[in-house]
């Protein structure tokens, strides 16, 4: 090893962290079908939730237009819920909050693994001792458990406690993960040498440990992000739902509520399952099609 | 022997502690509800007209001193325990004078009787599945396999949605609602079971097939990972038969197939919740259903604490089992860390 002086360091911590980008990105070069068709329906649905709304002029979900479960029509293209609603209307929005509180909870979850993971594999003694140990406390308490709790706990639930509420108990397995990625790295040359180089704690951590990470860190939130809405529609379903607004899982609730399935409206159950099978299905098939990418191991396959 | 008995006695401790916590956040999250959830219900008690003023008084009176929420917290947090030691999880808000734990037990059975032949069945022909479509490609890897994979990143409740529109309300194959006819009450006789068999076949049905499809897509990873490994290439260059090869993989690839067999059983309460609130069966999620609409905080409470049990004895039995079989954990359990 040639002597490392603090120029060397830097340049190489951002030659690591564009090889990073560069990796990331190169994954549009190696488009597979699978990508292709999950990525393809995500932004359909994206755009449906967040772009459909103002295209189409309709913004408020709540609007009594119809009778109890009027049938599909050239006015109402998916009939009306129980309430007379616009299930059309109420499809767009309701994407749209489930696809937010996705976000948020997967956000949050990813934050919160970051920060607990990095700090628990870095520092490591007792620091990691308590927080891993934190960790696996959390990982036994059954998240529906502590859903249902905080849940009934909070009387009014806007969209943003849902998503924080989710956040808060899927966390885990990524604080996990992170820790066990970290401790490999924290031992890596280049860290020694940023370290040498007298860089502190925190910027090591962002430029020299997370860089390597990212790839992971994409996938965890593609799951996370599944995971989020899909525990948001259970416990809409369970009625615990957000308040006063309309989620696929809202959309669920009322149709089983007021028995769209028995009465054979169609249109009251079969536009939110469909949308929630697609996210789930598509989230997926893009975290199998990009990990077979940056995986070269699950590649040859 | 002495060194696991360490082990066993650390695990011992780390599930009491998670057990004191999950204990402490079931007794005080719902106490965190703004208010006092008494007067929640008694003022829905009436405005519903349900109740004279004057019975609501006596109502309100009763709660307050059944849950001794006129005592301070760590008063009731005594209380509360003292009761869980007894096995009393106390009245029901929305149907006193009926005790929770009746409430449990009357519906508890049902979710099992649903639950655990579907976890059983959907596990079984999962993993079988699993290993055929790894070992033998072909049809069943290309034409069988897709569809359960399909099946298995399906949320659960939306297979049992349309499974329950298509063969009961489109189709009337099967009946749209209940655990037995609504005509009949649960008698050990033959129109009775009849009746709960054509009620099960969807909700089973629904589960099984979600099952088998997350197994077989787990059980197909691990088989591939394990036919590719080092040691059965060793193996195969050192001529050891083949039989004995796929016993080594197999052995591999089952230690987390039944780990997931065990948790799948341990967390079985929580696992058909919305199944059975889609089939309106009279189970625990129904029975959950029901009290977070009546704002029924002793009966949810129980339930999530019946949830949190199960997962908790699983996860420690679990943990201890693998002390036994995985030489991994074995080895550094005992030796160095």
Same mark, same amino acid.
């Given at each position: 090893m040639t002597v490392a002086t603090s120029e060397h360091a830097s340049f190489d911590s951002g030659s690591v962290f564009l090889t990073g980008l560069r990796k990331f990105f190169g994954i549009f070069g190696m488009i597979n079908r699978r990508l292709l068709f999950s990525g393809c329906m995500l932004v359909l649905v994206v755009g449906f939730g967040v772009l459909g709304p103002i295209i189409l002029g309709r913004d408020n979900p709540m609007k009594t237009v119809g009778g109890l479960y009027d049938p599909p029509s050239a006015t109402l293209w998916l009939g009306s819920d129980n309430?007379?609603?616009d299930v059309f209307t109420q499809l767009m929005h309701g994407t749209r909050t489930s696809l937010i509180i996705g976000v948020i909870a997967g956000l949050e979850a990813i934050l919160i693994g970051l920060l607990i993971g990095t700090m628990a594999g870095y520092l490591g003694g007792i620091v990691e001792e308590v927080l891993m140990a934190f960790t696996n406390v959390v990982i036994t308490i059954p998240s529906i458990v502590i859903l249902i709790l905080l849940s009934i706990a909070i009387s009014t639930r806007s969209i943003f406690a849902m998503g924080l509420i989710i956040g808060l108990t899927s966390w885990p397995w990524t604080a996990r993960a992170v820790r066990a990625q970290t401790s490999s790295l924290r031992t890596r040359e280049h860290v020694d040498i940023a370290r040498l180089s007298g860089a502190g704690t925190l910027s090591l951590i962002i430029w020299e440990i997370l860089p390597y990470m990212l790839s992971y860190v994409v996938m965890a939130f593609v799951l996370q992000l599944n995971t989020g809405i899909l525990q948001e529609a259970a416990l809409s379903m369970l009625g615990l739902g957000p308040s006063n607004t309309i989620s696929l899982g809202q959309m669920l609730h009322w149709a089983l509520l007021w028995e769209s399935v028995r009465t054979g409206a169609w249109w009251g159950f079969v536009p939110p399952a469909l949308f929630l099978t697609l996210i789930a299905f598509s989230l997926l098939l893009l975290q199998a099609s990009v990990d077979e990418i940056l995986n070269p191991r699950l590649r040859k396959r | 022997m002495t060194r696991f008995h360490s082990y066993l006695m650390n695990k011992i401790l780390w599930f009491a502690l998670a057990f004191c916590i999950a204990l402490t956040l079931n007794f005080l999250l719902p106490r965190l509800i703004p208010g006092n959830p008494v007067d929640v219900i008694v003022s829905e008690m009436t405005t519903g007209g349900a109740l004279s003023s004057e019975a609501a008084k006596g109502v309100y009176t009763a709660y307050i001193a059944e849950f001794g929420l006129d005592k301070p917290m760590h008063e009731q947090f005594l209380r509360y325990m003292g009761n869980l030691a007894r096995g009393d999880l106390g009245i029901s808000?929305?149907?006193? !004078?009926?005790r929770v734990q009746t409430l449990i037990a009357q519906a508890l059975p049902w979710t099992i009787a649903l639950q655990l032949p579907a976890i059983l069945t959907g596990w079984t022909l999962g993993n079988l599945l699993g290993v055929l479509t790894a070992y033998r490609k072909g049809v069943l890897d290309r034409g069988v396999f897709p569809i359960f994979m399909f099946i298995s990143s399906m949320p659960y409740y939306c297979l049992a949605i349309i499974l329950l529109y298509l063969f009961?309300?489109? &189709?009337?194959? &099967? !009946?749209?609602?209940?655990?037995?006819? &609504?005509a009949m009450t649960p008698a050990p006789t033959w129109e009775f079971f009849r009746s709960a068999a054509e009620h099960y076949v969807l909700p089973f049905s629904s589960l099984v097939l979600i099952f088998i499809g997350g197994q077989s897509v787990g059980m197909r990873a691990m088989s591939i990972y394990e036919l590719d490994a080092d040691y059965v290439r060793y193996s195969r260059s050192l001529g050891v038969a083949d039989n004995r090869i796929i016993a080594y993989i197999f052995r591999n690839a089952m230690l987390p197939q039944i780990t997931g067999l065990a948790l799948a059983i341990g967390s079985m309460v929580s696992g058909a919740l919305i199944t059975e609130i889609v089939f309106s069966y009279p189970g625990i999620g129904s029975l959950l259903f029901g009290s977070i609409r009546q704002n029924d905080y002793p009966v949810i409470q129980g339930i999530t604490l019946l949830i949190m049990i199960g997962v908790l004895i699983a996860n420690f039995l679990v943990d201890i089992a693998y002390g036994f079989i995985d030489p991994r954990i074995r080895a550094r359990t005992i030796g160095e860390r």
């Open positions: 309430f007379g609603r | 808000f929305a149907r006193s !004078p009926a009961a309300v489109h &189709f009337t194959i &099967f !009946p749209v609602a209940g655990g037995y006819s &609504f």
